[in-house]
């Protein structure tokens, strides 16, 4: 089953670089759940939707850094809603603050450009203080998301000199109409 969607993302990629989108699309974030594992190194102030509009629903994120971290591993994972998460079609990690100094894989890249405008987590190592997110929506204007129609969840652990330290786990709905 696994295999068999990992198949589908990849000829979703295919044909995506080939088709052009016509229809509408919707692609809105639908939940966020966010956790410090580790209060006297992060806390989280705030982690919220809110709907602007029946299209648009904003992310505000914003933790305190107790104390600066030069050494970020970000492990993602995600999963397609149905009936329940299916086993992950990503998992993966990223060394943070080479990331910041020169964006490499191509998922961590997506990840970086959906949130880099609005947030201020946008220089080199060290990371302190607090960290923003300001009123993030998902647009496909970026980039096409190499993905089938569904419910997902991006799960990310961020983890400090290789101790989880706070998860955001951002679910959203992607709907293609390539018709
Ligand atoms: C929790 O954070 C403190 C810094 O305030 C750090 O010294 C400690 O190693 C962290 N513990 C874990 C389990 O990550
Ligand atoms: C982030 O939260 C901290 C602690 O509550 C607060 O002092 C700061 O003003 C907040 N930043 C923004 C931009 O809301
Ligand atoms: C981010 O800002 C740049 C420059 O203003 C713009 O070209 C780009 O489309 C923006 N990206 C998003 C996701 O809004
Ligand atoms: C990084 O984010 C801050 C705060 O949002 C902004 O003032 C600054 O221009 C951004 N820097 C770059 C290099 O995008
Ligand atoms: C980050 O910290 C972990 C655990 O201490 C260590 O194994 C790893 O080599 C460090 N990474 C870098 C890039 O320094
Ligand atoms: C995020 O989701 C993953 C996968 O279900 C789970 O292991 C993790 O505990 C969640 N993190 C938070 C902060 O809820």
Redesign the pocket.
């Known amino acids: 089953m696994r295999s068999g969607l990992k198949i589908v993302v990849i000829s979703t990629i295919l044909c995506l670089m080939i088709l052009k989108p016509s229809g509408p699309v919707v692609f809105k974030l639908t939940n966020v759940i966010c956790g410090s594992y580790n209060k006297s190194w992060v ?1 989280i ?2 982690c919220r939707l809110k709907a602007i509009n029946r299209h648009r629903v904003v992310l ?1 994120f ?3 850094l107790i104390h600066p971290t030069s050494n970020i591993t970000v492990h993602y994972q995600m999963f397609q809603r149905a009936n329940g998460y299916k086993p992950w079609l990503l998992n993966a990690e990223v060394d943070g603050c080479r990331f910041l100094r020169k964006p490499y894989t191509a998922i961590g890249i997506m990840i970086y450009n959906i949130y880099k405008n609005f947030s201020n987590v946008n220089h080199t190592c060290p990371l302190k203080g ?1 960290l ?1 997110v ?1 009123n993030m929506y998902l647009t496909t204007d970026v980039m096409r998301l190499p993905l089938p129609t569904g419910n997902y969840l991006l799960a990310i652990d961020w983890i400090f000199y290789g101790k989880p330290q706070y998860g955001t786990n951002v679910s959203f709905q992607f709907v293609e109409d390539l018709l």
């Open positions: 806390t102030n705030q505000n914003n933790a305190t607090d923003l300001r």
